[in-house]
């Protein structure tokens, strides 16, 4: 059975630092906005091994998902400001999808595209495992005009998954909402969300995108770290380390966060302006573990806690060893918290 870490003890950002200012100064409820995929889940779980061309009892739910939705979800349930940027179907899951965001309280920016909202069959088997068969739809169709700078004013945190960044016309406009958000003086995340996709569009191709952005902070579990780390170049890679050690990806972000599931994770940090070979600062967060049915998601409710928990450092000090571990251990924390509550099942 797959198992994912839970923190010692759960509690949410300190209620002293409500009210604090943006930008240097740290904040308590950043406005983090999210461009991606809003998704239906069709999560399955069989209670025996599948019948080849036959039945298999089991469970059917329908559940709002997609990384980034998923993300803009948590933040607002974590007490952010949440936007989530992106296309979804002329069609009632389309409707019904947005309409969940919304009433989770995330401001939400939806065109409407001809062709079916975005669908994922989640296959759990009895141990606990995952697979997935994904038909991304019009998740894939937002155009860079459709991005108004409106939804990008005031933004404090952009947030995006690497599905944002490999397929057209979708990766365009997420290059059109880092530079609304830069504009706004945002920093930037992503999360490489999938080793396959990496895999399908060339891990080549993602160090490339990503290395176009620039982003401040990159999340990646230990699969997807390798994947790209693997593609690092010969001027980013340092030649003492394998070519999967994910202190390659900090030539792409000054901040690289690696979540191990059970293990917990593990945080690099090193600035853009060091000096070449100064060694990174590397944290590693265990936790206690828990053995949840289904682990969907819980990625995605990390990256909010930690995005929310860093947003509140004051900038000068978000790469310190007491900023990332507050982080860390809110990522954790919220992974835990949709770990340990019942899911929302949509209906028509």
Known sequence: MSSLSAPRRASRLPARLAGRGVRGGGLQRPRVVVVGDLILDVVTRAQAPLAHASDTPGTIRFRQGGSAANTARWVARLGGRATFIGAVGRDAWGRRLVAALRAAGVTVHAPR????????????????????????????????????????????????????????????????????????????????????????????????????????????????????????????????????????????????????????????????????????????????????????????????????????APAATRLSAAALRRAALAGNRAAARLLSEPRLELVI
């Open 113 to 312: 595209m001809a062709a079916p909202s975005a669908r994922i069959v989640v296959v759990i088997a009895p141990d606990g495992e995952r697979s997935f068969v994904t038909e991304r739809g019009a998740a894939d169709l937002l155009e860079p005009g459709l991005v108004r700078p409106a939804w990008l004013r005031g933004c404090d945190v952009l947030h995006l998954p690497a599905y944002s960044l490999l397929a057209l016309p979708l990766e365009q406009a997420a290059r059109r909402s880092v530079s609304l958000a830069r504009a706004a003086g945002a920093v930037l995340s992503v999360d490489l969300a999938s080793r396959q996709p990496l895999l399908e569009a060339g891990p080549g191709v993602a160090w490339e995108r990503i290395e176009a952005l620039t982003p401040d902070v990159l999340f990646a579990n230990a699969a997807e770290a390798a994947t790209l780390a693997g593609a690092a170049p010969a001027r980013a890679a340092e030649a003492p380390l394998d070519s999967s050690d994910p202190a390659r990806l900090l030539a792409l972000a000054p901040l690289v966060v690696i979540k191990e599931g059970a293990a917990g994770c593990r945080v690099l940090a090193r600035p853009r302006d060091a000096a070449p070979g100064t060694p990174p600062l590397a944290l590693v967060l265990a936790a206690r573990h828990l053995r949840p049915a289904d682990t969907t998601g819980a990625g995605d409710a990390f990256d909010a806690g930690f995005l929310i928990a860093w947003a509140a």
